[in-house]
């Protein structure tokens, strides 16, 4: 079964606006944490922002934020004021337990492209 | 934030040659490293966890064999391609986790290696 899914190959925005990538999980340890990260055509992996599943509130990173609706196992992300330099492949990955050494599972990703 | 430091970044080798990438976290001890495969336009995935000091565990379907795993200290695993074959021609990428405070719940990435076998 599939872990995590982003069900957006691709999305297509204007420069500026605000755009949310789709994130949904599922797992039975109450312990987990969410990822998203950036991958341009570098192909570095750049992390953007995490959620722990016992978080309160949720997590803000600059233009980034995490839509974290535990109830619905959804973490979506959202980007504010989209910039041309966003234009990358984005995954959504899970780590399961609460330790930072455990591995992650990662969805299929979203290819992002920002238009001028 | 953590960095981890993944050479080469690309490599272009014969068939039946062997390929060794290394990864290094820079600035804290990473008592596990993760190797990842990434083919075109897929996801990652995971091929084995590197353990400081004992036996990497290969995710199944990964031949332990065919890629070599070896984590000799707390800043350092190699990844070694032995008898590389067009097939294995591919993205690899590192993580490293296990870090103190803030480090310990996000894993971060080395840039990757371009692999290419002829």
């Known amino acids: 079964a599939q872990k995590i899914t982003q069900t957006q190959p691709g999305m297509f925005v204007q420069e500026k606006e605000a755009v949310t990538l789709d994130c949904t999980y599922d797992?039975?340890?109450?312990?987990?944490?969410l990822f998203w990260y950036k991958q341009p055509s570098s192909g570095e992996m750049i992390f953007l922002i995490y959620?722990?599943?016992?978080?309160?509130q949720n997590a803000t990173e600059g233009r980034y934020s995490l839509n974290f609706q535990k109830a619905r196992k959804s973490a979506n992300l959202v980007i504010s004021a989209s910039q041309l330099g966003d234009s990358a492949m984005y995954f959504c990955?899970?780590?399961?337990?609460?330790?930072?050494?455990?591995?992650?599972?990662f969805g299929q990703g979203t290819r992002l492209t920002i238009n001028p | 934030g953590a960095v981890v430091s993944q050479h080469p970044s690309w490599v272009i080798c014969k068939s039946g040659t062997s390929v060794k990438i290394e990864c290094r976290s820079l600035?804290?001890?990473?008592?596990?490293m993760f190797w990842y495969r990434q083919f075109p336009k897929q996801s990652l995935m995971l091929m084995a966890t590197?353990?400081?000091?004992?036996?990497?565990?290969?995710e199944q379907g990964v031949e332990k064999d065919k890629f070599l795993i070896n984590h000799a200290s707390l800043t350092l695993s190699t990844l070694t391609v032995t008898s590389a074959h067009p097939e294995d021609s591919s993205f690899y990428i590192c993580?490293?986790?296990?870090?103190?405070?803030?480090?310990?719940?996000?894993?971060?990435f080395g840039s990757g290696t371009q692999l290419s076998v002829l």
């Open positions: 993580s490293a986790g296990g870090g103190t405070g803030s480090t310990n719940e996000k894993l971060f």
């Open positions: 797992t039975s340890d109450p312990s987990y944490g």
């Open positions: 959620q722990g599943s016992y978080d309160q």
């Open positions: 990955a899970m780590r399961e337990g609460w330790q930072g050494a455990q591995k992650l599972v």
């Open positions: 600035d804290f001890q990473a008592t596990t």
């Open positions: 590197s353990n400081e000091g004992s036996k990497a565990t290969y």
